[in-house]
């Protein structure tokens, strides 16, 4: 059975760093590129970029490139989405999915991870 | 980018009609690289429909999708409680980003 499980909820200030996590399981992880989504509080989904662990292929969208990093470690089958500084606009929540294999719509989901951003 | 509008924002309507679900893109979606997901509160999406018209795997058949280049729709043939939900279309034709659609709601009337 395919699955991502992602790292639990986060409460941070603004200015700190974050790493959050997906870690597949039930396939052959470095074989299909894992995506990030953001969903902002009662707002829709937003692409925020795409990464193939095979080799760390990674492809951002514009409006979250330099504003987000994306990284993956085949050896323990996790993607990876991290933050050097956070801001309060970064508080949404964030979801991994998987790439289908024959196209690039997001065939599995993982459970999704709260980020929190106060003062 | 291709910015993708979803139409209407809200549907309301009963357990059995038919909802019509309209997603227009700002310019052709090539091979028809269009996906709809459905989002109820607190969880995760979960696909419905890709490449246009094909349903995914265990998708029941009241939900259908049609259209290519920049008109595309999704069809539930006739409401079950557990559709009142939120639906995005995806586009995935072009470079990336490959960009959602803002969503339409169906609420029950």
């Known amino acids: 059975e395919v699955q991502l499980v992602q790292s639990g909820a986060e409460v941070k200030k603004p200015g700190e760093s974050l790493k959050i996590s997906c870690k597949g399981s039930g396939y052959s992880f470095t074989s299909y590129w894992i995506g990030w989504v953001r969903q902002m509080p009662g707002k829709g989904l937003e692409w925020m970029g795409i990464?193939?662990?095979?080799?760390?292929?990674?492809r951002y969208s514009p409006s979250f490139q330099g504003q987000v990093t994306i990284s993956a470690d085949k050896s323990i089958s996790t993607a990876y989405l991290q933050w050097s500084s956070l801001k309060a606009s970064d508080t949404a929540m964030y979801y991994c999915?998987?790439?289908?294999?024959?196209?690039?719509?997001?065939?599995?989901w993982g459970q999704g991870t709260l980020v929190t951003v106060s003062s | 980018e291709i910015v993708l509008t979803q139409s209407p924002a809200t549907l309301s309507l009963s357990p059995g009609e038919r909802a019509t679900l309209s997603c227009g893109a700002s310019?052709?979606?090539?091979?028809?690289?269009l996906a709809w997901y459905q989002q109820k509160p607190g969880l995760a999406p979960r696909l419905l429909i890709y490449d246009a018209s094909s349903r995914a795997t265990g998708i029941p058949d009241r939900f259908s999708g049609s259209g290519s280049g920049t008109d595309f729709t999704l069809t539930i043939s006739r409401l079950e409680p557990e559709d009142f939900a939120v639906y995005y279309c995806?586009?995935?034709?072009?470079?990336?980003?490959?960009?959602f659609g803002q969503g339409t709601k169906v609420e029950i009337k």
């Open positions: 995806q586009q995935y034709g072009s470079s990336p980003p490959w960009t």
């Open positions: 310019q052709s979606v090539s091979s028809s690289y």
């Open positions: 990464i193939y662990p095979g080799d760390s292929d990674t």
């Open positions: 999915a998987r790439r289908a294999s024959s196209s690039f719509y997001f065939d599995y």
